[in-house]
């Protein structure tokens, strides 16, 4: 079984920056993709930012130039950098990761789900 926990939400004004990570725990043997996805409320889940294995990265047009997203492989760990942040960056962003765990099984799970608000 593998458990995400997400930290580093939070409020933040206008033109601010916030860093998420999730970090994954549990029997993995690789983690393959890594993502960041959001909700806003009434609004349906969308991806932000995605990672493969090999550190390819792509961003959601709404998001580029001012998140980054990145990996740390040895500490099971993804991360987004976000700044200049805007009101409707506001969302509950959720991060996901797939990959195989010990028993050569696939998996695919998500965080809980961290608020960021961002609002004078």
């Known amino acids: 079984q593998v458990q995400l926990v997400e930290s580093g939400g939070g409020l933040v004004q206008p033109g601010g920056s916030l860093r998420l990570s999730c970090a994954a725990s549990?029997?993995?043997?690789?983690?393959?993709?890594m993502g960041w996805y959001r909700q806003a409320q009434g609004k349906e889940r969308e991806l932000v930012a995605a990672?493969?294995?090999?550190?390819?990265?792509n961003y959601a047009d709404y998001v580029k130039g001012r998140f980054t997203i990145s990996r740390d492989n040895a500490k099971n760990t993804v991360y987004l950098q976000m700044n200049s942040l805007k009101p409707e960056d506001t969302a509950v962003y959720y991060c996901?990761?797939?990959?195989?765990?010990?028993?050569?099984?696939?998996?695919?799970?998500w965080g809980q789900g961290i608020q960021v608000t961002v609002s004078s």
């Open positions: 549990g029997s993995i043997r690789s983690i393959n993709a």
């Open positions: 996901n990761l797939q990959g195989l765990t010990f028993y050569y099984v696939s998996f695919g799970s």
């Open positions: 990672i493969s294995s090999g550190g390819t990265t």
